[in-house]
């Protein structure tokens, strides 16, 4: 007896330390994440994510924003809702399921109460990450042993991405889990066949479908996995009995298939209320969805046919297929930007390239280094190919099949799309951590490898609290960012309190600001003459000269990549704007007249100063993008301070030197 205990001792708290150890670096990673997202607004999604979800929760209905998961919004709308908020219901964007204005509304007229709302939705956000950091952890470690689970461990835990999209009330980080747990629960059902297995796996692949709608892809990872468990020689439990041929194995899979299926169309079913009909009791009758059904089907072509007849049988929620076909509908052709360059369809480099730049330089080291130690591993040690493939295949078919699907991708908005694929990294990157420790220089070995991680750390630190700003040296780092990547990559209108802090401390400058985002800037306390935003509000603009001052632009609104305008300045644009430039006397003096309005065309002198406008903006930006800025909020709000005599050559100087302005 007092031979064993100190060994029973020695085992309990040596699980007791590897516990806390794992602890503390969630911890750490909540603490990161979450403390830097006070200092940043609200991000060009979040309001209607939140939005959305409290009509989920408050009304049952599902008008709103269907595309964007039914189950992230819940989840981070929940502390809202448990906390009493209500969307009012007498608003009259309810008829057009207009997210962004029952939003901006609502939330705005929250006060100082919206900081804390938001900060509560992050928080229920990042929940997800440190489930997937768990789910990371486990599986690291069933490969490569516990000194390999903490080697990615800390790989993820200072993942700027992470820490990023971790603390945003968004769905991107809720579907990164998802995607992880649903490839790993199948494939733990498909080698023990068990009914609790199964159960468990149909759930987490239903939940997936209510995440994402990026969840379409799980059935092409499942794909190779089921022809994997066909061709192994291992046998399948069925009935009390083991089934060893491989069609008769088949029959069995096929109904596991089906029993997913139905529970999965199940539980969507639930998290619609049971209800075909998007609308909730109570509420304003809806008149059509913000981008109207009969838009969307017309555009998906053949597609749409198939929308329509689903629709025809109830076989889904009304707001499910209708999300379904938004998602594919913007994904045909959307505004891209890459490098100074332009598209409506993407690149097939757009996200190899994001995940070059976006990626820290010591994970970049680490991943071909885990992969050549896997290699070794497996001519070292022949028996232990069987046993790791067993673990590796589910990894293996996610990385493979959702970067296939990326790099046909038409949707080339974000490097935040192939965040499902990093666990997978970390995880190989935990091999490093196990041959360390197998290795003769061990300490040496072990040594560089924490160098990597604190190497990472430290570059997670350094761009601290604009994690999602973060670019890597190959670029120039996240101050050269916005030359390559705008949009959520860089720019998702998160830098409102910087630039308030700004003006404070710079009172006496003339400001003007091209805002790209859904926040308020004038709930921050920014006062400033507005330039173009995007997505444009409902509220008017004020006709202005542009004058000597400070000009904040957003990245987004300064590469024009969302603008008619984008690309190239021509001849045929520049004709346009020095005949419209003309008027801009007569139109500001029209303005400032209301007493012609009676005896003028009012129709014509608006249409006038919509086109002139524009064309302003964006010859002024052609021109700023060949220069440097002058100082930078949080990387992605740009501060040029312009005298009379730059506005002159911007707004009146040869055309010439802008015709190719626009590359970087």
Known sequence: MSLSTPTFSSAYFRRLSTVAAVAVLLGLHVWLALSASREKSSSVDELAHLTAGLAYWGYNDYRLQ??????????EALPAWLSGQRLSPDHPDWAVANVWSLGRDYFHAQGAGLERLLLAGRAMNLLWSVATGILIWWWTRRLFGTTGAFVALGFFTFCPTFLAHGALATSDMCMTFFMLASVGAYWRHLQDFRLGTGLLSAAVLGLACVAKFSFVLLPFMFAPLIVWRILTPAGLPWRGRMLAGRLARLGPLLWSVAGHVIVAWLIIWLFFGFRHDAAGPGLPALADYHRPWAIVIASLADEGGWFDTLRQWPLLPDAFLYGFAFVLDMSQMRGA????????????EFFPYAFLVKTPLPLLLALPAGVAVVGWRWRDRPQSLGPDLIRVIPLLSLFGVYWLFSLTSSLNIGHRHILPTYPVIFIFCGALG???????????????????????????????????????????GPAAGYKH???????WGQDLPGLAAWQRAYPQ?????SYFGTADPAHHGITAIALPTLPSVRFA?????????TYAISATMLSHVYSPLRGEWTPERERVYQTLRALEPSLLHYAQSPEQHATLDAAAWVQAWDRYEPLRFARLCHYLRARQPD???GYSILIFRLTQTELDAALHGPASALYHANKH
Do not use: C, M
């Open 66 to 75: 269907p595309e964007n998961g039914n189950l992230p919004q819940r989840w």
């Open 541 to 549: 603009r004020p006709w202005h000269a542009l004058q000597p001052g």
């Open 434 to 476: 196990w041959w360390a420790a197998r290795v003769r220089q061990r300490v040496l070995a072990s040594a560089v490898i924490a160098l990597l991680v604190a190497a990472q750390a430290v570059a997670s630190f350094q761009v601290r609290p604009h994690y999602l700003a973060f670019f890597n040296q190959l670029v120039g």
């Open 631 to 633: 100082d930078h909020i």
């Open 509 to 513: 400058e003339k400001l003007y600001f």
């Open 337 to 348: 930007f890459l490098n100074g360059e332009y598209s409506l369809t993407g690149w097939v």
């Open 485 to 491: 990547l705008v949009d959520s990559s860089l720019d």
